[in-house]
């Protein structure tokens, strides 16, 4: 029972995730935006570029693109998202096929989950990879203390 209820917290996640590829989604996401006014990096331009708030206690004005999932924080009141989000995720599809979200037809959308969850699948493998490495050392340093 406890793993189906695990897994229903996995599936509610990433249907919130999904939700995100739509601009409206990711603009409500900016509840508590620290720069509203008389600034480049308002909600607005923020979603438009692909963005969506997710707040920590340590960054509260983080944020990931739905698509690469690339995070920034640090936000400066004339940082432009749009070029932020080139100058850190170059190779991001949606930046590089970028159109007004009323312009996407339903094969564009196919498209995007698709590049969506490449980038998912290799966060993923890379984050294993990190821990994998870790794990080596660990237990590299443990080997040595026994010789």
Known sequence: MGAEKEENIDTEAELEEFAMHFEANRLDS?????????????PQK???AGFYHI??????DAVRCFMCLKELDGWEPD???????????????????????????????????????????????????KEFKQQAEEVRKQMELLA
């Open 30 to 42: 900016f509840k508590d935006w620290p720069f509203l006014e008389d600034c480049s990096c308002v």
């Open 55 to 60: 707040p920590s206690e340590q960054e509260p």
């Open 79 to 129: 940082d432009d998202p749009m070029s932020e989000h080139k100058k850190h995720a170059p190779k991001c599809p949606f930046i590089k096929h970028w159109k007004p979200e009323e312009e996407y037809t339903v094969t564009d959308f196919i498209k995007s989950i698709a590049e969506r969850q490449q980038a998912r699948v290799k966060r993923i493998a890379e984050t294993k990879i």
């Open 46 to 48: 923020l979603a438009e």
